[in-house]
T-cell receptor
């Protein structure tokens, strides 16, 4: 089954404790991205990756890091989480540029609470 | 700046009726427009895509229109069912592949 998986699905942590949210897709997609979704603000892109070893900032990259060492994985790293990073996070993937519009496949979401 | 507006108020309709959701955009000329469905706490799911040179697109009970003059897309669900209750997101996109996301419209279909 074609899918995007994220782990963990729920996480409660404390300020300053480094964490990683994993994302993996089995569709051989080149393009992957991370979003956060907050009430009244909608989906905002954090980082995206056009392919292995190619990453770039989205609209709200501050406080986040990503890496793309393998095509299927795109982890999101919070080196020093703060309460304003409490949010619902989604990983998404889509096919490469030049292969049509960017129809995105989303993961199930990770609800992060930073105390 | 680019702006996407969807009905901010929730839409409540009776089962069997047609639901119509609106997406307006400003300062933008998208090459295509996508509609997604999102259930509470879950990731958005792609429903339909319509390109700028298409007036209308259908898929089962769903229909999308795209009026580049009005800068508007309408999303219709005919013969609506309680299972259609969800939030529907509009996402215009351009040749740079960046999607601009609307905040979504919450639809409740009452039995």
């Amino acid at each position: 089954e074609a899918q995007v998986t994220q782990n963990p699905r729920y996480l409660i942590t404390v300020t300053g404790k480094k964490l990683t949210v994993t994302c993996s897709q089995n569709m051989n997609h080149e393009y992957m991205s991370w979003y956060r979704q907050d009430p009244g603000l909608g989906l905002r892109q954090i980082y995206y990756s056009m392919n292995v070893e190619v990453t770039d900032k989205g609209d709200v990259p501050e406080g986040y890091k990503v890496s793309r060492k393998e095509k299927r994985n795109f982890p999101l790293i919070l080196e020093s989480p703060s309460p304003n990073q409490t949010s619902l996070y989604f990983c998404a993937s889509s096919s490469a540029p030049g292969r049509g519009p960017d129809t995105q496949y989303f993961g199930p979401g990770t609800r992060l609470t930073v105390l | 700046s680019q702006k996407i507006e969807q009905n901010s108020e929730a839409l409540n309709i009776q089962e069997g009726k047609t639901a119509t959701l609106t997406c307006n955009y400003t300062n933008y000329s998208p090459a295509y427009l996508q509609w997604y469905r999102q259930d509470p706490g879950r990731g958005p799911v792609f429903l339909l895509l319509i390109r700028e040179n298409e007036k209308e697109k259908r898929k089962e009970r769903l229909k999308v229109t795209f009026d580049t003059t009005l800068k508007q897309s309408l999303f219709h669900i005919t013969a609506s069912q309680p299972a259609d209750s969800a939030t529907y997101l509009c996402a215009p996109g351009g040749n740079n592949r960046k999607l601009i996301w609307g905040l979504g419209t919450s639809l409740a279909v009452n039995p």
